[in-house]
């Protein structure tokens, strides 16, 4: 009869790597909110600034008003200090506010990582300085080794992040130029087809292009290639060394 196999238990630097998922998801689901809200105050607006006669269409006022104070209550309420903060409470003690115990369910459940996998425990600002101090040179090349690849994260996602903000640029355009067409007095307008195709082009088909650029080019599948090609020993490709930033190695965003 075989015997079972007992699961590893999971450690600290599991849980702190599942609410480093959940703040960063939190924090772009906000960015979402605000961007949506954005657009959708933009378009119910903006038809009513450019002639005396349209007026503001309230609804989509009172819409992207709710949209907006939900973005930044996601914003505020997972912003990075309270994110160190949680994350220095774990360090020291081992517990987790109730409200972030809670949300690390689903896809923000805690799983058994690798050695090699980046500790957030072991940055500096949340290690004890006697743990910073007793560090190993190996585990020294370790957290080297996390650090470039949360920079490649931090990449991948703020140019996911950029190419989400481009398209709602877009798509806040392109209701504008809906109620402005759709206007009773529209044909006192003196916008012709060719200033409308520009108008088109500059401020709906570029932020578009442009954003579903970024999504494609730093999409999630193309994210763990590079990553996977990293852990394998290979060196990073030029574009992406070009495009890290400083703030991309920084303990905490």
Known sequence: MAASVVPSPLTRADTARAIRKLFKSRRGGGAGWLGFGTASILASTLPALQTTSAGVWTPGVVAGSAFLLIGLNKRIQFRPGRERQVLR??????????????RLRKNFAPIRGAATDYDPLLAPDIRPAAVAQALTP?????????????????????????????????????LSLV?????????????????????AGAFIAAPVAIGITNL?????????????????????????????KK?????LD
Not at 185 to 193: A, F, P
Not at 216 to 244: C, D, M
């Open 247 to 251: 703030k991309d190695l920084q303990p």
């Open 138 to 174: 190996a585990q020294l090349a370790n957290a080297a080794r996390a650090d470039t690849l949360r920079a490649i994260n931090r990449l991948f996602e703020r140019r996911r992040k950029g190419g989400r903000r481009w398209n709602y640029l877009g798509l806040a355009s392109s």
């Open 216 to 244: 494609v080019a730093y999409s999630e599948a193309h994210e763990t290639e590079v990553e996977n090609a990293y852990r394998a020993g290979k060196p990073l490709p030029k574009k992406i060394r070009q495009r890290i």
């Open 89 to 102: 409470e774990l360090a020291a003690t081992g517990h987790l506010p109730t409200s972030v115990f809670r």
């Open 179 to 199: 109620r402005l067409l759709a206007r009773p007095d529209n044909n006192d307008t003196n916008v012709n087809g060719g200033g409308l195709a520009i108008i």
